[in-house]
């Protein structure tokens, strides 16, 4: 038995859409996909680098530029931004209270120095992009192979220091020797790389010998400390000492021509004296004599001078004056 369909109910069926029409859309939209595909932008410290089916065929600077859809690629490489690569650490965040790790990068970091002692060298390296052809298609995962040049670069001037000059003073030297040598190896691989500078971050023993490395250090210092201070004794006894030894000697001196002279008046006056004695024996005896009780006397006290012929003149000593019995 057929069933009839209620008069009421009528089939729903989509608009038709010309054919026009769609072809019309079809055409918009390959259209807008062509405009979209052949147009980009550069940005202000970026360049772009045109592939043609996979070769290079130029380089585009920044602003608005157009391509072969479908054809050309571009690739930006940012040659005005400063890039860096860290060895034997990584930054977590940055700020104002950067936090860094060293865990895990330790075969980065540890190298052999020129006299069989061990370095904990962690350090960064600055640089440019200058050439981006060459960057690109001339070393096959440029920044890997970047980061293989210096660790090598490090590890061959770090075996030419003593661990002295890689802890202390020579740390400029090498970040120096370091920048010159990675930029040369740059150019001979024809990175595309410019080094702008290399900056030793920390230079440390490492954590397993830290403790005797710092008992050795304290020891040197306590030994540069005594040869200072026996230094500065040297400077101030030794000087004192010359000059002393120097006076002495001119005091020396200065008493020997004064002798000499005292003795050679002494002789002049003698002889002078004998001169005068040949004349007149006699007188000059006497004057001798007078001369000498003159300088004598005064030095005996009481005295009395009496004549060989005079009698009683036991009462003239008074013998009681001044406690005399």
Not at 1 to 13: C, K, S, V
Not at 14 to 32: K, M, Q, T
Not at 145 to 152: K, L, S, V, Y
């Amino acid at each position: 038995m057929a069933t009839q369909r209620p008069g009421n109910i009528h089939e729903l069926r989509p608009p038709e859409i010309p054919a026009n029409v769609l072809r019309l859309i079809v055409s918009g939209a390959v259209i807008l996909l062509i405009v979209v595909s052949s147009v980009f932008t550069i940005g202000a410290e970026e360049v772009g680098v045109i592939l043609r089916f996979g070769q290079y065929k130029r380089t585009e600077s920044s602003g608005l530029h157009f391509k072969i859809p479908f054809i050309e690629s571009v690739t930006k490489v940012a040659v005005e931004r400063q890039n860096k690569e860290e060895f034997g650490f990584r930054t977590i965040s940055a700020g104002k209270r950067t936090q860094f790790s060293t865990r895990g990068y330790e075969e980065e970091s540890l190298m052999l120095t020129g006299d069989l002692n061990a370095a904990d060298v962690e350090w960064i390296v600055q640089y440019r992009i200058d050439n981006p052809f060459e960057f690109l298609f001339k070393v096959r995962n440029a920044r890997q192979t970047f980061r293989d040049m210096n660790e090598a670069i490090m590890r061959e001037i770090i075996g030419d220091r003593t661990v002295n000059e890689v802890l202390t003073v020579g740390r400029q030297e090498i970040a120096d020797a370091m920048t010159l040598k990675l930029q040369e190896l740059c150019e001979q691989y024809e990175l595309g790389i410019r080094v702008d500078q290399v900056v030793l971050q920390d230079v440390t023993p490492p954590e397993m010998v830290k403790p005797a490395f710092n008992e050795v250090n304290e020891a040197q210092q306590e030994k540069e400390k005594l040869i200072n201070q026996a230094r500065s004794a040297y400077n101030q006894v030794i000087p004192k000492a010359r000059g002393e030894a120097l006076r002495t000697i001119e005091e020396a001196h200065g008493y020997a021509t004064e002798r000499i002279n005292i003795a050679r008046g002494d002789s002049a006056q003698f002889a002078a004296i004998y001169r005068e004695y040949i004349k007149a024996k006699e007188v000059t005896r006497q004057r001798i004599f007078l001369e000498t009780m003159n300088e004598v006397l005064p030095k005996v006290g009481r005295k009395l001078i009496t004549d060989d012929a005079a009698s009683g003149i036991l009462p003239l000593f008074n013998l009681q004056q001044g406690g005399g019995k």
